[in-house]
């Protein structure tokens, strides 16, 4: 490469011994160091530039028209692309906070420790890439996450380092979908890491990264491993920060910011709000369920609380007659209480008996109010939900039937 000069950026390299200084000075400078992705990225400027692109026609090509037909001997081979380069564009949903839980433990895990770039200024913008994974190497050492890899799983060499896959917002209008060029999330799946890693920057000035990227403020990364489960993806960890900064009331909050500190607590401000939405959500749910329940349950129906009482007690029924029965102490106990109860209550069906014979003629004697007295008492204990309860003929009932 010796004696080749590049002007690229506003930067000068000399190719005889490897240093690039600025431009009309011979201050070497560190940043460019042959081997490193902007080395080569010079390079490859350099050679476009010093080459000669071969055209498809040249112009002592001659077309001869024969009968419909063409002479090709003295056109010369057409130039060829030596690669395709494959882009696909797909219209991503919103997160919605409410109902994917993953999303707010991704942005928490975040805010515990927020790496985070303020005020960046390059004139390049992989320049501001490799600052940004400096800055996670820096602030997370146990990673122990090679810059050139994770590079690489960003930047494509094989396209002219252009960043394969990102995520951008679209707003809607009556002339059709229009890019939020305010905010890009950089996407990029690696091994060097072992779980999710986020890196946001705020750059000083709006910076150009290419078409529908002219005018860039704010840069997320998200590196991914490659193997890992659905919700936790690439793809889905992205959408959880772009739908975050497709807000522009926060993106303006962020602008507003003096500090690092001030741009993360900005974040934190915005969960805090995510979590009272939910909340809010929840309570009118919750309420609208219970009006409803309410709606339903003050409809009149014959019937109704009898039934429900039956079904809310029809499983306790077998314990009422078995779950005191578990040893002969027990057995005696029921069969004393039995017979001390059958004694008490029928010497006064008996008396009761004798009154009521003589109010009605003999039509309701003793042996009717023994017998209507014990059928009520097996009623009320097998449908009453209270078995304990002693039913037996009283006074007022005497005095009821004389009148």
């Not at 975050?244 to 303006?252: C, F, P």
């Not at 974040?267 to 339903?296: G, N, P, Q, W, Y």
């Amino acid at each position: 490469s010796s004696g080749i000069n590049a002007e690229y950026g506003g930067m000068t390299e000399s190719g005889s011994d490897g240093e690039v200084s600025d431009t009309g000075t011979d201050k070497p400078n560190s940043l460019y160091v042959p081997g490193s992705i902007r080395y080569s990225l010079h390079l490859q400027h350099m050679q476009r530039k010093q080459s000669k692109v071969p055209t498809a026609w040249d112009k002592k090509a001659r077309r001869n028209i024969v009968f419909g037909g063409y002479n090709f001997d003295d056109i010369q081979e057409s130039h060829m692309c030596s690669k395709l380069y494959h882009t696909k564009r797909k219209v991503l949903s919103l997160k919605n906070y409410h109902d994917e839980a993953r999303a707010m433990r991704d942005i928490e895990k975040f805010l515990a420790h927020p790496v985070v770039l303020f005020k960046v200024h390059h004139t390049l913008w992989e320049d501001i890439v490799e600052e940004m994974i400096c800055k996670l190497c820096s602030e997370k050492p146990e990673l122990n996450l090679n810059v050139n890899s994770a590079m690489n799983s960003i930047i494509s060499n094989e396209a002219d380092y252009v960043l394969p896959e990102c995520i951008q917002g679209i707003t809607e209008t009556p002339h059709g979908p229009v890019t939020e060029q305010s905010f890009i999330v950089v996407i990029g799946t690696t091994d060097a890491v072992n779980e999710n890693q986020v890196v946001m920057a705020l750059l000083e000035q709006p910076f150009n990264f290419g078409k529908m990227a002219e005018e860039i403020r704010f840069i997320c990364i998200v590196l991914c491993p490659h193997k890992t489960k659905q919700t936790k993806s690439a793809i889905q960890v992205a959408r959880t920060y772009a739908t975050l900064l497709a807000d522009d009331r926060l993106r303006h909050n962020l602008l507003n910011t003096h500090s690092p500190e001030e741009f993360a607590h900005e974040f934190e401000l915005e969960c805090t709000r995510i979590h009272k939405e939910h909340e809010r959500r929840e309570k009118i749910a919750t309420m609208s369920v219970k009006s409803k329940a309410d709606d339903k349950r003050n409809q009149w129906v014959p019937g109704k609380d009898m039934l429900n009482d039956f079904k809310n007690r029809i499983k306790y029924y077998p314990s009422d007659y078995t779950k005191d029965v578990r040893d002969c102490i027990s057995i005696q106990k029921i069969i004393s209480t039995t017979l001390f109860l059958y004694f008490s209550l029928l010497l006064p069906g008996i008396s009761m008996g004798v009154l009521d014979a003589k109010y009605t003629g003999g039509r309701i004697d003793s042996k009717s109010v023994i017998i209507a007295q014990a059928l009520s008492g097996i009623l009320w204990g097998l449908f009453g939900g209270q078995p304990l309860v002693v039913i037996m003929t009283t006074i007022p009932i005497v005095i009821y039937i004389k009148i």
